[in-house]
């Protein structure tokens, strides 16, 4: 991956990913950090994103210890019916992974909610709208909350 990244793009991510500011204008401090103006850093962000490098720039919370809750889910859908039940799980915003895998249940999705009832109704309504009954997988100790990669 990293032969299609020039030396402006790796320092970019390192950024993004380890030292991102909180601050009113984190990207002209990360400009100012890295001797660029604000629109190359806005424009280098478009463009990994565009290219697939990037897929997201957001917070990761760990919801338990804001008081929410969250799930592993899987449910088993008919190729015929992966796009249409990938954008009904997508559409609520608790989701925050949602990943195709071979074998049966194929969908793997996490739904993170600030309390169980909300959480309880709404894979209730997913299952109401895709037909399908979702396995439900509580985490009963969580590992690791993130991954950082080492871009150079």
Same mark, same amino acid.
Not at 45 to 53: A, D, F, I, P, T
Not at 70 to 83: G, H, M, Q, T
């Given at each position: *991956? ?13 950024? *993004?990913?380890?030292? !991102?500011? #909180?601050?009113?204008?984190? =990207?002209?401090? @990360?400009?100012? /950090? ?7 850093? @806005?424009s280098k962000l478009e463009q +990994?994103?565009?290219?697939? +490098?990037?897929? /997201?720039?957001?917070? @990761?919370v760990a919801a338990k210890k @804001? ?20 954008? %009904? ?7 925050? $992974?949602?990943? #195709? ?7 793997? !999705? ?5 309390? /169980?009832?909300?959480?309880?109704? $709404? +894979?209730?309504?997913?299952?109401? &709208?895709?037909?399908? /009954? %979702? %396995?439900? #997988?509580?985490?009963? &100790? ?6 950082? !990669?080492? =871009?150079r």
């Amino acid at each position: *991956m990293s032969d299609r990244l020039d030396k402006t793009d790796i320092v970019l991510i390192n950024l *993004m990913q380890n030292y !991102f500011p #909180l601050s009113k204008r984190p =990207f002209e401090d @990360i400009a100012k /950090k890295m001797g660029i103006d604000v629109s190359s850093v @806005i424009s280098k962000l478009e463009q +990994l994103s565009e290219n697939g +490098l990037i897929r /997201k720039v957001g917070a @990761i919370v760990a919801a338990k210890k @804001i008081g929410f809750i969250s799930i592993l889910a899987a449910v088993s859908v008919s190729d015929e019916c992966i796009e249409e039940v990938a954008e %009904i799980i997508n559409s609520y915003s608790g989701v925050t $992974h949602n990943y #195709l895998r071979d074998g049966i249940p194929n969908i793997w !999705f996490t739904l993170t909610e600030p309390n /169980k009832e909300i959480l309880d109704a $709404h +894979l209730s309504e997913i299952e109401t &709208k895709i037909q399908s /009954k %979702i %396995i439900r #997988l509580p985490a009963q &100790k969580i590992y690791k909350i993130g991954v950082k !990669f080492d =871009f150079r």
